[in-house]
Structures are given as structure tokens and as C-alpha cells.
């Protein structure tokens, strides 16, 4: 898995166990919903950092806390 995909699977996560949806999650975060569908699927290649913490801001969590997760302990390397 690269961050990519392990920071997508990690927004999924966090609107699940806060059963929120993504367009809610977006429109609190004060991020566009294509934003945040972009960093979901393949048109973003790189999240920006500042619209991860807006979503954790939404959330009402720390970058600390979106980033400790099992997903992103193995990831791949992005030099290649």
C-alpha cells in the first residue's frame, strides 16, 4: 500500500466510525466534496497536508491521531 491509498482508507475509516458521510465530512471541513472524492480515488496522486488536517479539523481529531493507524506502519517506498 502506498500513502496514497493508506490515507484514502484511513478518511473511509474515520467517516465510518463516526458514521458520517463524505459530502458532511467535506462541507465541515470546509473542503470541496471533489477535494476529498479526488484524494479517494486516483485523480489526486498527492493529499495535501492542508486538506488533511481540514478534515481532521471536521473530524475533531489531531494529524497525530488521523496518521496513528495500522495503515500506514508498512508502506511502501515512494522513491523508486
Do not use: H, W
Amino acid at each position: 500500500m502506498n500513502i496514497k491509498q493508506a490515507v484514502a482508507a484511513r478518511i473511509i475509516e474515520l467517516c465510518n466510525e463516526n458514521a458520517i458521510a463524505i459530502n458532511n465530512l467535506a462541507n465541515t471541513s470546509g473542503v470541496s466534496p471533489s477535494t476529498v472524492y479526488s484524494m479517494l480515488n486516483d485523480k489526486s496522486q498527492n493529499p495535501g497536508v492542508v486538506s488533511i488536517k481540514k478534515l481532521c479539523d471536521g473530524l475533531e481529531i489531531s494529524v497525530r491521531e488521523f496518521f496513528n493507524s495500522p495503515l500506514f506502519d508498512d508502506l511502501e517506498q515512494e522513491i523508486k
